[in-house]
């Protein structure tokens, strides 16, 4: 069972930074993708951004330009550096890993808890 612990949300105006970062563990198998997920009230939980094991990225349109995202394979942990925040970026925000190299929502794919990310105007 892959276990992925969200960390580096919070609270910050709009226009500032935050940086996330993901730790997965336990893994019996090596990570082919990981990404990033966020929900915000009364919304769809949408694809942020998801990296595979061979370094392609892939990022949503609404957050191209602004956010980041990079993997340590060596330590198992993906990360999302979001800069120029608006407030409609605020959400929870999960963790997503796979041993897959896609996100199908199979015994292979993880979630995480997730971290609030909240950006005031």
């Known amino acids: 069972q892959v276990q992925l612990v969200e960390s580096g949300g919070g609270m910050v105006q709009a226009g500032g930074s935050l940086r996330l970062i993901c730790a997965a563990s336990?893994?019996?198998?090596?990570?082919?993708?990981m990404g990033w997920y966020r929900q915000a009230p009364g919304k769809q939980r949408e694809e942020v951004a998801h990296?595979?094991?061979?370094?392609?990225?892939k990022y949503a349109d609404s957050v191209k330009g602004r956010f980041v995202i990079s993997m340590d394979h060596a330590k198992n942990t993906v990360y999302l550096q979001m800069d120029s925040l608006k407030a409609e970026d605020t959400a929870v925000y999960y963790c997503?890993?796979?041993?897959?190299?896609?996100?199908?929502?199979?015994?292979?794919?993880?979630w995480g808890r997730g971290t609030q990310v909240t950006v005031s105007s």
């Open positions: 336990g893994t019996p198998f090596a990570l082919h993708v």
């Open positions: 990296i595979t094991s061979g370094g392609g990225t």
């Open positions: 997503r890993a796979s041993i897959n190299p896609y996100f199908n929502g199979d015994q292979g794919d993880s």
